[in-house]
């Protein structure tokens, strides 16, 4: 089961102000240069820039109770999420037209606002799933059991979803990943590492808690089983770095070879109560179906009928009883750090966010978005184009056919800026007295909806995160880069900031997400979005050399005094911060202020770019929640976001005058280039 804390694999990530070729957008406004406060002069750029510039905010800063961390990055949805629960608020107290984006959403909210009834309800919504466990009487059934819950939004040992065929991108298909566990990665079932122990001891004291509470006898030993159930799928899994090799995780089976390959799972009819009619799937990780099929059998029906149980009660724990939520509380605590639970009401804007958030999106964006900072951010990000298309073209270990293709993919990519320019609409009746029921509908409308592409060309208008989310990715399969509403706001982009201040802040984010469409994984995909070679064999060899340069420097990092980055894990993000600060700086050298050597404030137009970038990543976490991120995140800590791609990048060190014995300082031969 899954109730392991989901890590963003997004980052927050914001605009840029300025034509690269134009005088300053801001020359005609009256600036108001930020200044940078708080620098630590007793800590040398060379030696630790982070610090140098955040060590005095860090210590300042006070991570609330009911948070993981502090700053900006994902954190700065804390305040967005409090925008949404005044949109929230203010709509649900008032009646409006059946279906209206503003009777969803207010009456969603309001549903799970009543807590009263919602705690008066206890466990009775969830016991007919219980029940139609307690009736199961052989594998068929099982299997049957859990091909419909996975329509209701009730994951448990089979993982579908449906995305573009990565040998065929214009045709959506069905593909399935491992899954089946409850800790957050499958490493967690066999450290004996003392913090992880402490998780694992807290895990199975929640699996004995939700037993307990559903009247089960022996609650202990029967959360042990669920536990070794788990382990034993884990010990199936590919580890996260194993599975950032996208050619090894492509294995397109016909369904025929498959119900003869694990028969136990009876592929046919499970296909058939998911409503896919397919005669091929793409299995991801077939080593775990694999294990799954022997042990459908090995395992006893009575122990599977248990860990069904705590899947189920699993997946809904967060939407019954508050006794419930407390109980799932204290394990998730163990995970984050995090002392107090949040809010109902922020909690409940969260989850609107996530389940109607093209709904709340329409009214966010009419709230808090300017048009014009949609055209703005389109402009700038073709801006960045121009300066990766030249880059490109200036690189000394790539040949000039590769090249071409390079370039033709860049010009390819797909921009898409703000908010969709078609809204996703909800097939679904909301109540306001019956919270359990509008979160199932919704869940079974979100599946409907993703069947709803099976077969087709992938819906190109689709975006994968809400207009409110401080957030931004880059999607290999469709080429495609996406900047929501939610990001276009300070401390990224200042309109009243000098250039110096954006370049180096949202600057470096639009060039990070360029640079993720030659990533290590990105650069396997062409202009198209399928996974092929359109490199020569030569390129391809130097640019894998480039990226282990990459993995090795970035694996000798560490956090938290002795916990070592995953260089392998985070080579991807690692890459694009290298590339991303690259880029950024030559499309600032073209401005006005980037030719020019007026100091503002005491530091050079060159300093306060940098000092802009350290800014941007100014975060505190909860030491509980950093060790979870390094063991499963994709992306480095803050600090090594700084201090990881400078180390690199000559132009600072000349505006710093870093030198030779100073920690951070690199040869010219160390220093890493590969975008």
């Not at 964006?365 to 121009?386: T, W």
């Not at 390094?630 to 791609?645: E, I, K, M, Y």
């Not at 000559?650 to 010219?668: K, L, M, Q």
Request: glycine share 6%.
């Amino acid at each position: 089961m899954k109730k392991s804390i989901l890590l963003s694999a997004l980052i927050a990530f914001c605009f840029c102000c300025k034509n690269e070729t134009s005088p300053s957008d801001t020359a005609t406004l009256e600036l108001d240069p930020p200044k940078f406060t708080g620098i630590t002069e007793s800590i040398k750029p060379g030696d630790d820039f982070f610090n140098h510039v955040n060590k005095q905010w860090f210590e300042e800063a006070v991570i609330a109770d009911d948070q993981v961390g502090v700053g900006a990055y994902r954190f700065l949805n804390i305040p967005q999420q409090k925008l949404l629960q005044n949109i929230l608020e203010e709509v649900s107290q008032s009646e409006h037209d059946k279906g209206s984006v503003e009777q969803l959403v207010g009456e969603f909210y309001a549903s799970g606002m009543d807590t009263i009834s919602i705690n008066k309800r206890g466990m009775t919504p969830i016991q007919p799933i219980l029940n139609r466990i307690d009736a199961i009487d052989n594998t068929a059934s099982m299997m049957n059991f859990v091909a419909e819950q996975l329509t209701a939004g009730d994951g448990s040992m089979i993982g579908p979803y449906i995305s573009p065929d990565q040998k065929n991108s214009q045709l959506n298909i069905l593909h399935v990943v491992q899954t089946g566990l409850g800790l957050p990665d499958r490493d967690y079932y066999f450290s004996d590492n003392p913090a992880v122990t402490e998780i694992q001891n807290a895990y199975k004291t929640y699996l004995t808690k939700i037993f307990e509470m559903a009247g089960e006898e022996n609650a202990s030993a029967k959360a042990e089983t669920v536990y070794s159930i788990e382990e034993q799928l884990a010990k199936s899994h590919k580890t996260r770095i194993e599975r950032r090799n996208v050619k090894e995780n492509y294995n397109k089976m016909a369904v025929s070879d498959l119900t003869e390959r694990q028969p136990n799972l009876d592929w046919t009819t499970m296909l058939s109560i998911l409503k896919t009619d397919v005669d091929s799937i793409d299995v991801r990780q077939p080593a775990y179906y694999d294990a799954l099929n022997g042990m459908i059998t090995s395992v006893p029906l009575d122990d599977w009928k248990l860990y069904l149980k705590a899947n189920s009660i699993g997946s809904h724990d967060g939407i019954l009883s508050q006794e419930l939520q407390d109980v799932a509380f204290e394990y998730s605590k163990v995970l984050s750090g995090q002392s107090e639970q949040q809010s109902r009401a922020q909690q409940m804007a969260r989850r609107v966010d996530r389940q109607l958030g093209f709904a709340l999106g329409q009214l966010y964006v009419k709230r808090h978005f300017k048009e014009d900072a949609k055209k703005r951010a389109l402009d700038l990000v073709e801006n960045f184009q121009k300066t990766l298309d030249k880059r490109i073209g200036n690189l000394t270990w790539m040949s000039d056919s590769t090249k071409v293709k390079a370039k033709e993919k860049l010009w390819a990519i797909n921009k898409k800026i703000g908010y969709p320019d078609v809204w996703r609409e909800y097939d679904v009746d909301i109540l306001r007295d019956q919270f359990f029921e509008n979160v199932v509908a919704l869940r079974k409308n979100d599946y409907e909806y993703e069947l709803q592409q099976l077969g087709k060309a992938p819906n190109r208008d689709e975006w994968g995160t809400t207009p409110s989310t401080v957030t931004a990715y880059y999607n290999p399969s469709l080429n495609e880069i996406v900047f929501p509403a939610g990001i276009l706001q300070a401390p990224y982009f200042d309109l009243y900031a000098d250039d110096a201040v954006n370049y180096g802040g949202i600057g470096m984010v639009i060039g990070h997400e360029f640079t993720h469409a030659f990533d290590d994984q990105g650069a396997q995909y062409d202009k198209d979005g399928n996974v092929t070679n359109w490199w020569t064999e030569e390129d391809y060899e130097k640019f894998k050399a480039k990226t282990n340069q990459i993995i090795e420097q970035y694996g000798q990092f560490t956090v938290l005094d002795s916990v070592k980055l995953k260089g392998a894990l985070t080579v991807g993000e690692n890459t694009a911060d290298n590339g991303g600060i690259a880029i950024a700086y030559d499309a600032f050298k073209l401005t006005e202020q980037g030719q020019d050597s007026t100091k503002i404030d005491g530091y050079t137009p060159d300093q306060r770019f940098f000092l802009s970038i350290a800014n941007i990543w100014r975060v505190k976490m909860r030491d509980e929640f950093l060790r979870n991120y390094v063991a499963t995140d994709p992306h480095s800590p803050p600090q090594w976001r700084v201090n990881g791609p400078l180390m690199n990048f000559t132009p600072f060190y000349n505006a710093f005058d870093v030198n030779e014995g100073e920690a951070n300082y690199r040869t010219e031969e160390e220093r890493i280039k590969i975008w």
